[in-house]
């Protein structure tokens, strides 16, 4: 089905004011607007009703429901298909009007259903969170560290956090996606297994640039591995900003943590911004130099801290107003790390 709204094809025809509400959105995009006749509209609405009482509720090539991972590997190597888990990305990116189902140009094959990637679970002190574990399911389950917890539990609406992934969010590799910030700040690595095999690398070198990952089209991402950190964090912070308080995506996010010991020595630093720049933004080189330093000498090392970190941050996607919110949210944690208080959580 392509044609909703004939006679509309001419993308620089206003609509009237006596035409629908979505024509006049500017509803159906693209290819959708090439006039027909009327004898094919009739022919388009009755397969588009069809499709839906089916229960289609995608166009595709074709679409696969494997019932194990390994029939999916097999699946994805001799097809190549998409795969979709809570298609929270994949549905809005391939949307084509109001009433419309989505498109894909390429087959796609279904994951939500597969048990061997629904699990959260921990093994030698590291934490595994199988790519199809849901955002909700990663809020409430507290193996998970709470910076991946917290950010879980601020994306989108609770309806979203119970289709959206931990596997879409990663492979959608977005500069502005939530989950990466935290993962990448404790040094996650991914899980991706083929037909063949498999092999681990750093969340960090996995997403390769906007919209970019080093997945093969032979693979899936089976789970994200998060290790412990040498010693337990002493202070931990997450902070997201967003248009609104719920279903926003951020402007702007940050995770951090810090390990004092009780010498009131900071043994272990690290933070990681969000939709900063083409990816996670984040300067080991620039965390050494607070480590080792004691926290009554973290006042007078703060202003070069700050420029050194600015320095990080993409002059493309950080205009002004997310540089010195960068700026005073570092200044805030660490003010507070000075303090030495007694809660872990930074609030
Ligand atoms: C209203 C709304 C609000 C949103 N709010 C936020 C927000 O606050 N923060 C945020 O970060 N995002 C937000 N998103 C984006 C989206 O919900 C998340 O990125 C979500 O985690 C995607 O997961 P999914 O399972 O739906 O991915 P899908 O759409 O199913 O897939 C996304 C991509 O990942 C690939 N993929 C999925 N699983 C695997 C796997 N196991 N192996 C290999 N590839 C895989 C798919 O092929 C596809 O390319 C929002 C989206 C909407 C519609």
Redesign the pocket.
Known sequence: MRVLHPGYGDRSRKPSCFESGAIRRGYPFGDLREPVSMHRIRFDRGEHQARRKAGEWIMVETCYIPKDLAEALRIRKETGA???????????SHRRGTGVVPKFPWPVMI?TQLKE?QKIEEEDGEVSIY?GST?HEIEVAELVPYQVRKAASL??AQS?RN???I???I??A?P????PVPLIMLDARVELVSATGKRQMLLDEFIDGPKRTK?QDDE??ARIIIPQPKAPFTYLWYRKIGTRRA????KLSMSAAATVDTHGIIVDFRSANGASGPKVARSRAVEETIIGLSVDRLAERLPAFLDAYDVILSPQAMPQYRRSSTRRMLEFFLSEVSKRPDTTIIE
């Open positions: 998409h795969p979709i888990a809570g298609g929270t990305d994949l549905m809005v994951i990637l790519a955002c994306m989108g979203l289709l959206a992934t596997g879409g969010n492979c959608n977005s502005k996606g939530d989950l997945l899936l991402l279903n926003a995506i951020s």
